[in-house]
């Protein structure tokens, strides 16, 4: 199988046009962010918890789900802009790109100076950390705005890097993530452990947010690409009007993916206990690795499929998309096998054993992960295509039912519940529509596709449970 896959993706076209070589750089570069970014991960979770203890920690993850949820004030700005640009590059029209970077940049200084100030007086007559059931920790106020800053004066900054991507080089464009996010968790880890509390980690992850996501950022970018101007100017009247039309649907889409991501904690925090905010995040931090590999390796991919997209080659991209979809689901198979292999033993040395390893929630964590494997790729290349309209309505969607299911489910069942209301919501909901809509697009069926994405990824996981077992047999005896 590996073989015909391998004949077929280094066959002609893909070859010349560069995007085998696109595709192992980015990959590469996505790996060694995947790594790092588990790694400190899983540095933070024992050692937030050993410092602050289970209720402390259990606040301070609330309260970055709130300054996560602020995301969502980029109304979808982001994805309409950067596809922008990307398209007038690739077709050659640099002044064209030009003017979107800077009129996109003096759109989102208008809004940030806006939304800064409704922020500033909701928080002036509102208590938010009580109404998020924030218990123990000092300061929360406080905390939670050096959180929230963090996420909103960053917003703009995804624009600025759409130009590496714009030029084929989204490799930097992932490399000065990693940068940015290794040195926000770096720095909250460090504070830690040199006794630090967690208003101290809140104002040292803003400021090197800051210094890192903006300073360094603009630096290199300059330094790469000295023609690109990158001051702010004044959108005019049309500019404002399609982006009033076509951002939406990206911010739905994003809006969805921001919710499903922090709701689930902000819900337990509110519904259930700290314990269970804590029991949930460490259980979806160790079986995340699985979703954060199928995402970053769908954003490689749609890439890909969107530069075929765009030149007319509907076939080729259908083709593309044959090919890589069960090369996720045999990674992503192997992933969760490992996952469920090695998760009781890593967790228990993991957390000091402040956290047991559980296996229904693991299970369906991991279920969920593998069931969206196709859905991921058909993400992936919806958003890339400027097909947001799909995507949006999936994620709004996806999103109420999670809301729904986890108000049943969070008071009896705790994180268990929000991890069903969570997989419940993506794939009886999302996926479908997402398929689908993938499906028209290429004009391809899309039966066969998720046959053999699926058989893969059960082939792949049941043979690492299969070794893990017997390991296991062989030490016992």
């Known amino acids: 199988m590996m073989t015909a896959i391998r004949n077929r993706l280094f066959q002609g076209s893909f070859v010349r046009n560069g995007a085998v070589r696109r595709l192992a750089l980015g990959v590469g570069i996505q790996g060694l962010t995947f790594v790092i970014q588990t790694l400190l991960q899983f540095l933070s979770v024992p050692i937030c918890l050993s410092a602050w203890g289970p209720v402390v920690y259990g606040d301070w993850l609330v309260l970055m789900a709130a300054g996560g949820l602020l995301m969502v004030a980029d109304f979808g700005m982001q994805g309409h802009l950067g596809n922008g640009l990307r398209a007038a590059w690739a077709r050659g029209e640099q002044a064209a790109g030009q003017r979107i970077l800077q009129a996109g940049l003096g759109t989102y200084a208008l809004s940030l100076s ?6 500033a007086g909701s928080l002036m007559l509102l208590d938010v950390p009580s109404l998020l059931g924030v218990e123990q920790l000092e300061h929360p106020q406080a905390t939670l705005v050096l959180l929230g800053l963090s996420t909103l004066l ?15 080089q989204f490799s930097r464009q992932v490399g000065d993530f990693l940068v940015l996010t290794s040195a926000q968790q770096g720095t909250v880890i460090g504070v830690t452990l040199a006794g630090g509390s967690p208003i101290q980690a809140a104002a040292a992850y803003g400021t090197v947010s800051l210094l890192v996501g903006w300073g360094v950022s603009l630096w290199s970018l300059r330094r790469r690409h000295p023609d690109v101007a990158f001051m702010p100017c004044r959108p005019a009247a049309a500019e404002l009007w ?5 951002s939406p649907f990206y911010g739905l889409q994003q809006s969805g993916g921001v919710l499903l991501v922090q709701l689930p904690v902000i819900l337990l925090g509110r519904l259930s206990s700290p314990g269970a905010v804590v029991v949930f995040s460490t259980m979806r931090t160790l079986t995340g690795v699985i979703r954060q590999f199928a995402n970053q ?7 890909e499929m969107a530069h075929l997209y765009a030149r007319g080659d509907v076939a080729g991209t259908a083709r593309l998309h044959r090919i890589l979809c069960p090369v996720a ?4 198979g192997t992933i969760s096998g490992v996952t469920l292999a090695v998760g009781p033993w890593f967790l228990g040395l993991w957390t000091h054993g ?14 969920a992960a593998v069931l969206m494997t196709p859905a991921y790729c058909a993400m992936g290349l919806l958003r ?28 009896d069942r705790d994180a268990l519940g929000a991890a069903i209301a969570v997989g419940m919501a993506e794939i009886m909901v999302a996926t479908p529509i997402m ?18 994405t699926y058989a893969a990824a059960v082939v792949a996981g049941g043979c690492c449970l299969a070794m893990a077992a017997g390991i296991r047999a062989a030490i016992a005896g």
């Open 384 to 411: 890339l295509i400027g097909r947001p309209q799909p995507l949006a309505l999936a994620m709004l969607l996806q999103a109420a039912a999670m809301i729904l299911l986890a108000l049943i489910l969070i008071p």
């Open 297 to 303: 390796f769908a954003t490689v991919a749609g890439l």
């Open 242 to 246: 399609e982006l009033a039309v076509k």
């Open 114 to 119: 806006v939304l800064l100030a409704v922020l």
């Open 154 to 168: 960053l917003l703009p900054r995804e624009l600025t890097l759409s130009v590496y991507a714009a030029r084929g």
């Open 435 to 452: 398929l689908r809509a993938a499906s028209r697009a290429l004009s391809s069926p899309i039966l066969p596709v998720l046959v053999r």
């Open 354 to 367: 402040n956290v047991a390893f559980d296996r229904p929630l693991a299970a369906t964590f991991v279920a």
């Open 329 to 332: 689901g045999a990674v992503i």
